[in-house]
T-cell receptor
Framework: QQQVKQSPQSLIVQKGGISIINCAYE??????FPWYQQFPGKGPALLIA???DVSEKKEGRFTISFNKSAKQFSLHIMDSQPGDSATYFC?????????????WGLGTSLAVNP | EPEVTQTPSHQVTQMGQEVILRCVPI?????FYWYRQILGQKVEFLVS????????KSEIFDDQFSVERPDGSNFTLKIRSTKLEDSAMYFC????????????FGPGTRLTVT
């Protein structure tokens, strides 16, 4: 119940294309869903996050789509650029009991070809 | 922009030795976390700390681990008797208000146990 399943494991996209990464969770107590971007040798950096009261959140080229009934959320990167090449992690967190910690997906290695 | 800092960036130690990993969280943050990432794997929660005590810990955080906030700025993770399987990147994170706010990560300390 504490798992967050992320796919695909790796993704190659042409410059200007759309990158889509999907995550699914089981624990209905989760109420905070961030996406982190990690470059080699660096710590994860918060990219965008959503709470279940909305179905979509957009910040620049990055959009989270959230489907509460399906317990799924996804990251869309529009107009993907070579500088977006990184590992992306989805995560989930609740606000009570033993849910008050980030549970991470396995990560998606994104490569954007110029 | 304020950031979480960690020292050292890389620590090499022999099996059985004690190591202390240091973190300076963002100054107005109240919640502190340690995560680890074994090479090529997902980020795993270790422990959260608030008001000078542990608020959550994972099954990974056994008796060989301890955390401390020795002064008003530092947050440390001590591993008492390191094992080969403790080799990983260790990330410190901080947030303003626990599960209701974003966690900001440091650049990590790469621990290599030989």
């Amino acid at each position: 119940q504490q798992q967050v399943k992320q796919s695909p494991q790796s993704l190659i996209v042409q410059k200007g294309g759309i990158s889509i990464i999907n995550c699914a969770y089981e624990n209905t107590a989760f109420d905070y869903f961030p996406w982190y971007q990690q470059f080699p040798g660096k710590g994860p950096a918060l990219l965008i996050a959503i709470r279940p009261d909305v179905s979509e959140k957009k910040e620049g080229r990055f959009t989270i789509s959230f489907n509460k009934s399906a317990k799924q959320f996804s990251l869309h990167i529009m107009d993907s650029q070579p500088g977006d090449s990184a590992t992306y992690f989805c995560a989930a967190m609740g606000n009570a009991g033993n849910n008050r910690k980030l549970i991470w997906g396995l990560g998606t290695s994104l490569a954007v070809n110029p | 922009e304020p950031e979480v800092t960690q020292t050292p960036s890389h620590q090499v130690t022999q099996m059985g030795q004690e190591v202390i990993l240091r973190c300076v969280p963002i100054s107005n943050h109240l919640y502190f976390y340690w995560y680890r990432q074994i090479l090529g794997q997902k980020v795993e929660f270790l422990v959260s700390f608030y008001n000078n005590e542990i608020s959550e810990k994972s099954e990974i955080f056994d008796d060989q681990f301890s955390v401390e906030r020795p002064d008003g700025s530092n947050f440390t993770l001590k591993i008492r008797s390191t094992k080969l399987e403790d080799s990983a990147m260790y990330f410190c994170a901080s947030s303003t208000s626990g599960s209701l706010s974003e966690q900001y990560f440091g650049p990590g300390t790469r621990l290599t146990v030989t």
